[in-house]
């Protein structure tokens, strides 16, 4: 529910305006309404008129042509409402030409509501879009307002701090966090109540204009507060939550589901894989997601709206933002990283011990090992189109001195808004030093093809390929055998003919 108001519109310029208007309609078609406006023109005051005569009033023939070509009878019968308010230049008595400038429609939204999660008896999160130019070069401002459900009239109100956890990537838009914290309780009797945000412009867009778009960002049941509360209280449900990021074009069901059975079988019982499908969640990777979905491992997340709002990849940075503060006191620990990433802990090592080891990091990053998405062994060209992706590509890039991209994972109570390579809103220390502890490895490109990555079978354990050297390394090849058995396991032999 959006309810939008502009504070410099007064009554009294209201009520000009539509004079202005009822001018520019007489202006622009007077041909055929000549005598009804005629009449119509007697009930105005012959006075404030002349005030807003255009300094052109009288028609030209091309005004007349387009009156009868373009213009439509129906427009005018909606009367000046409908139509947009015309200035017209006009010619000051020394001379001087005032030229008009006349704004037509609204290029991006002030803000786009995805959603709002509360974080504490007196702390709101709400997640949204806005438009990047307002942002970049103007200063809009947010304002949080609590009202109770049974007595309204006590309502609170604070100033939201925003946070802008995509800034430098967003398009038309960009992802707007707005951390409402008030300084008492809110809500924290139970009873239910509304969290109002009201975003305004701050003469962004339009100097003269504080546009200012209340809106009713969540509405809290005390059914809503009593989970909030008990899922605050109890403890996480789960000890890792994977947050995906926007799933997008024709993705290969055979490389997620050996993503999802490496996955669930290394975070374990206690882990929930969130994903979100803008758009890439076609029939055959529904069937792979299915089973996880049917065990209650895996949520999927309709986003493809979304692609209404031009923002980066997707909207990458909304969507993981939406999953931190949803899922904020549901998991011990949250993973951001993509399907085509693979998280590995060394063979002596659990995924709980090491991060047992990093509790008192709110976050830690993890190295990428960059393998090759077409390189081969020779032995497995005649069967490779039965190996699993990771089994028979282990060609690793070794190639020095370039900075890759890392990934991270989080304890995300301590955490506000994320990035999608590493948080910067958070409280808490933030470590880099995890090598030899997790590290991931990327096959880069092999998620959205569908034919056989494959391409060249090699038999020794270095080569260098177009200036890039690169060693064998089996790994992930080495584990392949007991990811296959966890997934007959866990679910049966229904994925078996899953298709690349
Ligand atoms: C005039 O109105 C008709 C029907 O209401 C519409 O189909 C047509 O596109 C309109 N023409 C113009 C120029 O707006
Ligand atoms: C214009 O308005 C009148 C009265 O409000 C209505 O009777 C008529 O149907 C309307 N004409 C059109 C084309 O909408
Ligand atoms: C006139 O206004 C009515 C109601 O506000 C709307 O349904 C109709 O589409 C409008 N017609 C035109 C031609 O703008
Ligand atoms: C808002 O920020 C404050 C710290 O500035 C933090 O304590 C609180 O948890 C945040 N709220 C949400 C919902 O992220
Ligand atoms: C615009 O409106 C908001 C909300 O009403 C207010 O906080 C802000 O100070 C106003 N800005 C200006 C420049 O008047
Ligand atoms: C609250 O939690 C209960 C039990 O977990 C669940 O059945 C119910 O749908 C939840 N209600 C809301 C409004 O989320
Ligand atoms: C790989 O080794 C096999 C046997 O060892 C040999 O027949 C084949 O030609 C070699 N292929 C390449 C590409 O070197």
Redesign the pocket.
């Known amino acids: 529910m959006v309810i939008s108001n502009s504070s410099s519109t007064t009554k009294e310029k209201d009520h000009n305006k539509e004079r202005r208007m009822f001018v520019g309609v007489v202006w622009n078609c007077a041909a055929e309404l000549k005598l009804l406006l005629t009449t119509l023109l007697f009930l105005c005051s012959l006075a404030t008129l002349l005030q807003f005569l255009p300094s052109r009033f009288f028609l030209s023939p091309s005004d007349l042509r387009h009156c009868l070509s373009d213009s439509n009878i129906t427009t005018l019968n909606n009367s000046s409402s409908q139509l947009p308010h015309i200035n017209t230049d006009y010619l000051f008595n020394d001379g001087v030409l005032k030229r008009a400038f006349n704004p037509f429609g609204s290029a991006a939204y002030n803000f786009i509501l995805m959603s709002a999660y509360r974080g504490g008896p007196n702390t709101f999160a709400v997640v949204g879009l806005s438009s990047k130019p307002l942002h970049l070069y103007a200063n809009p401002t947010y304002q949080c307002r609590w009202v109770p459900h049974h007595d309204p009239l006590n309502s609170i109100s604070t100033a939201g701090h925003k946070i802008l956890p995509d800034w430098g990537y967003g398009r038309v838009y960009t992802v707007v966090v707005v951390n409402c914290t008030f300084p008492t309780l809110a809500g924290a009797d139970g009873k239910g109540g509304q969290l109002l945000l009201r975003a305004a412009t701050n003469g962004g867009g339009d100097r003269t204009l504080n546009i200012t778009d209340t809106i009713l960002a969540l509405d809290e049941?005390p059914?809503?507060f009593?989970?909030f509360t008990?899922q605050f209280t109890s403890g996480p449900k789960y000890d890792y939550l994977y947050c995906g990021s926007s799933l997008y074009g024709n993705l290969s069901p055979q490389r997620v589901r050996e993503w999802l059975a490496y996955h669930v079988r290394l975070l374990g019982a206690r882990s929930h894989f969130v994903i979100h499908d803008a758009g890439g969640v076609h029939e055959g990777l529904m069937q792979v997601l299915r089973p996880w979905m049917e065990k209650g491992f895996v949520t999927l997340q309709d986003i493809r709206e979304q692609e209404r709002f031009d923002g980066y990849y997707h909207n990458q940075f909304l969507i993981v933002n939406d999953c931190l503060h949803r899922y904020r006191f549901a998991a011990k620990w949250m993973f951001f990283f993509d399907v085509d990433e693979f998280i590995f802990v060394p063979k002596k090592s659990t995924i709980k011990s090491i991060l047992d080891s990093l509790t008192d990091f709110t976050q830690f990053t993890i190295e990428q090992m960059p393998m090759s998405n077409k390189l081969c062994l020779t032995q497995d060209a005649p069967t490779a189109f039965r190996k699993w992706g990771f089994e028979k590509l282990v060609y690793k890039d070794v190639k020095r001195g370039i900075r890759r991209d890392r990934k991270y994972a989080v304890q995300p109570q301590n955490v506000f808004a994320t990035g999608v390579h590493m948080s910067q809103n958070m409280v808490g220390k933030t470590t880099h030093k995890t090598e030899g502890r997790i590290k991931y490895f990327h096959y880069h490109g092999t998620i959205a093809e569908r034919r056989e990555p494959c391409r060249q079978f090699l038999n020794s354990t270095e080569i260098t390929i177009d200036g890039i050297p690169y060693i064998v390394d089996t790994t992930m090849r080495d584990i392949a055998g007991a990811v296959k058995r966890f997934e007959l396991k866990m679910i049966g032999s229904r994925l078996q003919r899953t298709r690349q």
Do not use: E, L, S, V
């Open positions: 049941t059914q809503d009593a989970n008990a």
